[in-house]
């Protein structure tokens, strides 16, 4: 049995900018929507088919420490809220290929960001979500 | 426009390099992000002092 276990290599671009220092969690949701395509004289619901093709509905969700240093955290992040961007995932730094595919995520929307996360005696953290946007995924 | 690179977090490039906006592929974004971030700062086109005359010689 061949699993993953993330140490220390994964890599992520938000907007060409190397985060992957900064960052302590990423999830990326492939979504394509459910579109239900039960007719009569089914006798159990349906869901899609060869010839439908519905709308990606993508996230990803990434934890950063915050840092207000320059080309840091908070400087990189806060002009992305309310555009459009793109974000870049792979499993390794390694070159992509087959067993270190990468995720590309373009056109994804950032709603909100938390610039103060503050608690007395922790690390600033922010975690974001961007919504939107395709994604694709290259093995070469 | 060419750009220098002044951080060394931008994908695949070094504090220092000169670039241009399809060095960075597809971004959705403008470099003018990039820009405020302390990223990239623009690079200014210098003007010769002198004129050169590129007239052959007889």
Known sequence: MSTTVYLSNPTITIN?????????S????????????????????????STVTSLQNNTVEVELYQSYAATETE???FSLVGIQT???LKPTSAAVSATNPSYTLTG?????????????????????????????KAVA | MDYEVTSNRLNGHSRG??????????LTTDLVFLVEAGH???????????TIDTDAKD
């Open chain 1, 16 to 24: 060409s900018v190397d985060l992957q220092d900064q960052c302590t």
């Open chain 1, 26 to 49: 990423a999830t990326v949701n492939y979504v394509l929507e459910q579109l239900e395509t039960t007719a009569f004289g089914d006798t159990a619901r349906k869901f899609g088919a």
């Open chain 1, 75 to 77: 400087a990189t992040i």
């Open chain 1, 86 to 88: 793109t974000l870049v």
């Open chain 1, 108 to 136: 994804a929307y950032l709603s909100s960001h938390t610039p103060i996360n503050a608690s007395l005696g922790a690390l600033s953290t922010i975690t974001l979500t961007f919504s939107g946007g395709v994604l694709t």
């Open chain 2, 17 to 26: 390099d000169i670039i241009r906006e399809a060095d960075l592929g597809d």
């Open chain 2, 40 to 50: 990239l700062s623009p690079l200014k086109v210098k003007k010769s002092a002198k």
